[in-house]
């Protein structure tokens, strides 16, 4: 990391460990009781205690259950017990836990992003090891999984040792972070989505495998500030070199009243040797898109964006825009490259909630001239993996004895040829391309039921969907369907 980069951290580490404060672990975005946690709050229930950033902290998912004052006889009462006891409280002393599962994965399809199914399907079996340790303000989390499904996931980097030979395996959380009352900084992997609750984030996604980096965070209940920087994979240049690659993200949130959350963010990838790039980069708080907009050029791929969540009533409006490039003037052949997605949700009937989605995105969105540039990572997106979409959903979520929610949900997708894997068109080419929806447009329509949930040592998540797909007068259907299902066992005691 630059010079001046460490000497900030270095600084913000100092003031921190003036502020103590109780590390707590987060909540991993595929955990089957997310599922009731979005539930609660699109019902109003509870408030987001991070709007429009996953994962959440189990010390916030407790601090809004607590704030809510459930009670038994409430609608969320008992789903606010089932978390309460799911997730238990931190006794604040130095403490250990663990967690084995092992079970099966059934898929139709190997790619996890089952709107654009990709990869062949099967039944493979899976198992999982979380490894946590808590001290003060310190926290280590640990999960890996043997999980032979990977190999057919047309996303999935690899690993150049796993031939055939080994079991296919990966960390699906890993890190360590140092939480204090207003700082809390984070290095490791684990999946992360910068957006509304069932859409990817425009900016920052799971819909690749996590990667390691460094997270800032600084945190107060009016203020939330978020910084995070990777190291992507070296690629080859167009002069046919080696090229480093880098990723920073940087957030900015404010909530002026406890029903609005307004954010503005950036991200940006930047393809260079690392002694040449510039070292605000990793600054953890700039806004580096700022100085861009006012003449200071540079030479990296800058993605621009801004979130928007409001509880007005009984309804929870959601929305996401984000500029990739804009050209107002009519010299420039290309057409302007953005994203946007809006949402809502609410109660439905006693305990149910309800939800609407739309979101798009431009033909070139995600890409640019250099592909070295490009907002992806092992060609798989940093924030959406396509482009050149517009999607509609429509779902409710029903819970089934505090334990279980059945989530019926219609959508339909509209796909271009346009892909951030793409090459870039040549000027040329550029007068010819749509904004939307290059060359013949593919439709899909999807009626479907996810499940999700736990009954003692046992959890599940699954989702089967009828799909119909059709591209000019010819149709397809098929049956989408992924399931996890496993028996765990997990134990605990105080460090000594």
Known sequence: MPHRATLSLAFLLSFATLLHAQASAYIPVDDPRMVMIELLIARGEI?????MLRPIRIADLRAVLAEAGLTPDSPGGRLGARLLAAFPIDTGGASWGAEGRGGIQSFTSGRRDQTHPGGAGGTRGYAELRLEARAGSIAVVTRGAAEPRLTLDPDWPGDPSQDGSSLPSRFIDA???AQWKYVHLTLGQRDRNWGPASLPGIGVS???????????DLVTRQLRFTAVGARLRAVEGLAGDPVGRYFTAHRLAVTPHPALTLALWETAVIADRFDNVDTDFFNPLTLLSFSTR??????????????????TGRVLLEAQAALDDYNPGSENPYPNRWAFAVGASGPLAQQTAWKVRYTTA????????DPVENLTDHGVGLGRNFADNELWLVGVAVPVRDRWVLSPEASYLRQGEGSPRA??????EAAS??????????TSLRLGMSVSGDLGPFRMAGTAAWQRTSLGSAATQRLEARMTATIGY???GPLR
């Open 47 to 51: 408030r987001d205690p991070s709007p």
């Open 490 to 492: 997990s134990t605990q």
């Open 175 to 177: 890190y360590l972070t």
């Open 433 to 442: 391309i749509p904004t939307r929806f290059i060359g013949e447009t593919t």
């Open 423 to 428: 090459p870039w068109p040549t000027p040329e």
């Open 362 to 369: 431009s033909s070139l969105a995600f890409r640019t001239l």
């Open 206 to 216: 799971n819909a690749g495998y996590p990667r390691t980096d460094l997270q800032f």
């Open 294 to 311: 006012f003449g200071w050029g540079d030479d990296r791929n800058v993605l621009l964006g801004g979130d928007a969540s409001w509880r």
